[in-house]
C-alpha cells in the first residue's frame, strides 16, 4: 500500500493516530464525490469513496453525500467505529509489527534503503520524539508498520487530519442520528491482511513509502485534488494502475482480495427484505477499476448510477 494508497485503502493506520492537525478551514467549493448507487428492485447501496485523512478546507461536503447520509438507515465501513475508536486499537498494531527474532529493520534493507530512513528520520527527529517516539525504535519493527509511520508523519505533516477523514465524519453523523453501524472485516484482520505481507512486499512499500516522502508532498497534493474533483480515472491512475503495474501481487493481496471477500456482505444487503438502504464508505481505490466494487457489482447484474450533481448528470462511470 504505497504512500498514496494509505489515503485511499485502509482506515486502520488513520484511527488509530496518535497524530493531529491544526489548520484554518478554507473557503473552498465542496469534493466532487466519487459517489455511486446500486439498486435492486426494493433496495439501494450507497458507495462512497474515502480520503481517510482530509483538510479542514474539504468540508461541507457535496448536497450528494448529504442526500444520500439522509436516505439510508445503516452505514457500512471497512473497519465498525466502534474498532476505530478502541483505545488498543494502536497497541494492537504496534504488538504485531514487533520484530520477534531478535534482529533490526536495518539488517534487511538495501544501503541505500537504509540511507533513506535515515534521511527522513533525521528530517523529522522532532516529530517523532514529540510523539514518544525516539527515531531508533523504528528499528524494533516490520518493514510494513514502519512504511505507515513514514506515510501517516508526512501526511499530518501537510496538515492532514485522521478526525476529518470521510471514516470518522460518517461514524460521528451516524452517531448522533442513531444510525447502526457495522465492518466490512474486523481491526484483526486488517492488521493480519498487513502483517501477512510478503516480505518483498514489505520492503517494496517501505521503499515506495520513502521515495515518495523525500520528495516531497507532490504525489499527496496530486491524488487530493483527483479525489477532491471527483475524477474516478485520474485517481485510479495515480494509485491504482501504478501499483497494479509496479507490485502486482502487492495489488491483488491489499486490493483484489478484500473487494471480493466484501461483495457477499454487500449483495447481502440488496437481497434483504424490506426498503432499507445503506450507505457504505471505502477507501476509494476499492471502488475503481475493473477490480474495483463498482464494476464487480455491475457485472454481476445490479443497477449502477454514478450520483453526482456537479458533474451535469447522472452516469455510469
Same mark, same amino acid.
Given at each position: 500500500?504505497?504512500? @498514496?494508497?494509505?489515503?485511499?485503502?485502509?482506515?486502520?493506520?488513520? %484511527?488509530?493516530?496518535?497524530?493531529?492537525?491544526?489548520?484554518?478551514?478554507? =473557503?473552498? +467549493?465542496?469534493?466532487?464525490?466519487?459517489?455511486?448507487?446500486?439498486?435492486?428492485?426494493?433496495?439501494?447501496?450507497?458507495?462512497?469513496?474515502?480520503?481517510?485523512?482530509?483538510?479542514?478546507?474539504?468540508?461541507?461536503?457535496?448536497?450528494?453525500?448529504?442526500?444520500?447520509?439522509?436516505? +439510508?438507515? %445503516?452505514?457500512?465501513? *471497512?473497519?465498525?467505529?466502534?474498532?476505530?475508536?478502541?483505545?488498543?486499537?494502536?497497541?494492537?498494531?504496534?504488538? +504485531?509489527?514487533?520484530?520477534?527474532?531478535?534482529?533490526?529493520?536495518?539488517?534487511?534493507?538495501?544501503?541505500?534503503?537504509?540511507?533513506?530512513?535515515? +534521511?527522513?528520520?533525521?528530517?523529522?527527529?522532532?516529530?517523532? @520524539?514529540?510523539?514518544?517516539? $525516539?527515531? *531508533?525504535?523504528?528499528?524494533?519493527?516490520?518493514?510494513?508498520?514502519? %512504511?505507515?509511520?513514514?506515510?501517516?508523519?508526512?501526511?499530518?505533516?501537510?496538515?492532514?487530519?485522521?478526525?476529518?477523514?470521510?471514516?470518522?465524519?460518517? $461514524?460521528? %453523523?451516524?452517531?448522533?442520528?442513531?444510525?447502526?453501524?457495522?465492518?466490512?472485516?474486523?481491526? !484483526?484482520?486488517?492488521?493480519?491482511?498487513?502483517?501477512?505481507? =510478503?516480505?518483498? *512486499?514489505?520492503?517494496?512499500?517501505?521503499?515506495?513509502?520513502?521515495?515518495?516522502?523525500?520528495?516531497?508532498?507532490?504525489?499527496? =497534493? &496530486?491524488?487530493? =485534488?483527483?479525489?477532491?474533483?471527483?475524477?474516478?480515472?485520474?485517481?485510479?491512475?495515480?494509485?491504482?494502475?501504478?501499483? &497494479?503495474?509496479?507490485?502486482?501481487?502487492?495489488?491483488?493481496?491489499?486490493?483484489?482480495?478484500?473487494?471480493?471477500?466484501?461483495?457477499?456482505?454487500?449483495?447481502?444487503?440488496?437481497?434483504?427484505?424490506?426498503?432499507?438502504?445503506?450507505?457504505?464508505?471505502?477507501?476509494?481505490?476499492?471502488?475503481?477499476?475493473?477490480?474495483?466494487?463498482?464494476?464487480?457489482? @455491475?457485472? !454481476?447484474?445490479?443497477?449502477? *448510477?454514478?450520483? /453526482?450533481?456537479? /458533474?451535469?448528470?447522472?452516469?455510469?462511470?
Amino acid at each position: 500500500m504505497p504512500m @498514496r494508497l494509505t489515503k485511499l485503502l485502509s482506515p486502520l493506520v488513520a %484511527a488509530s493516530l496518535l497524530f493531529a492537525a491544526s489548520l484554518p478551514a478554507r =473557503a473552498e +467549493a465542496p469534493p466532487v464525490p466519487l459517489l455511486w448507487k446500486v439498486s435492486d428492485a426494493d433496495n439501494s447501496l450507497y458507495l462512497l469513496g474515502s480520503f481517510h485523512m482530509l483538510l479542514p478546507g474539504d468540508y461541507p461536503l457535496s448536497r450528494d453525500v448529504d442526500e444520500a447520509f439522509a436516505e +439510508a438507515e %445503516a452505514l457500512l465501513f *471497512e473497519m465498525s467505529p466502534q474498532e476505530m475508536a478502541s483505545p488498543t486499537l494502536a497497541l494492537q498494531m504496534g504488538q +504485531a509489527a514487533l520484530r520477534g527474532d531478535g534482529t533490526t529493520l536495518d539488517s534487511e534493507l538495501t544501503p541505500a534503503l537504509r540511507e533513506q530512513l535515515r +534521511a527522513w528520520t533525521e528530517r523529522n527527529d522532532a516529530v517523532l @520524539r514529540g510523539q514518544g517516539m $525516539a527515531p *531508533e525504535m523504528l528499528q524494533m519493527f516490520e518493514p510494513w508498520f514502519v %512504511a505507515l509511520t513514514v506515510s501517516m508523519v508526512d501526511m499530518v505533516q501537510a496538515g492532514y487530519a485522521a478526525d476529518l477523514g470521510l471514516d470518522q465524519h460518517f $461514524a460521528s %453523523a451516524a452517531e448522533a442520528a442513531g444510525k447502526p453501524t457495522a465492518g466490512l472485516e474486523t481491526a !484483526r484482520q486488517q492488521i493480519d491482511f498487513l502483517d501477512g505481507m =510478503a516480505r518483498t *512486499e514489505q520492503l517494496q512499500y517501505l521503499a515506495d513509502v520513502l521515495e515518495s516522502a523525500l520528495a516531497g508532498n507532490e504525489e499527496l =497534493a &496530486r491524488l487530493h =485534488a483527483a479525489w477532491r474533483g471527483g475524477d474516478p480515472e485520474q485517481v485510479w491512475q495515480l494509485a491504482g494502475a501504478e501499483m &497494479r503495474a509496479r507490485y502486482p501481487e502487492l495489488y491483488r493481496h491489499i486490493n483484489v482480495q478484500r473487494n471480493d471477500a466484501w461483495l457477499p456482505e454487500l449483495e447481502a444487503r440488496l437481497a434483504a427484505p424490506g426498503t432499507d438502504d445503506t450507505l457504505v464508505v471505502v477507501g476509494a481505490l476499492h471502488l475503481l477499476g475493473e477490480d474495483g466494487l463498482v464494476e464487480k457489482l @455491475r457485472a !454481476r447484474g445490479h443497477r449502477v *448510477e454514478r450520483i /453526482c450533481s456537479a /458533474c451535469g448528470a447522472t452516469g455510469g462511470q
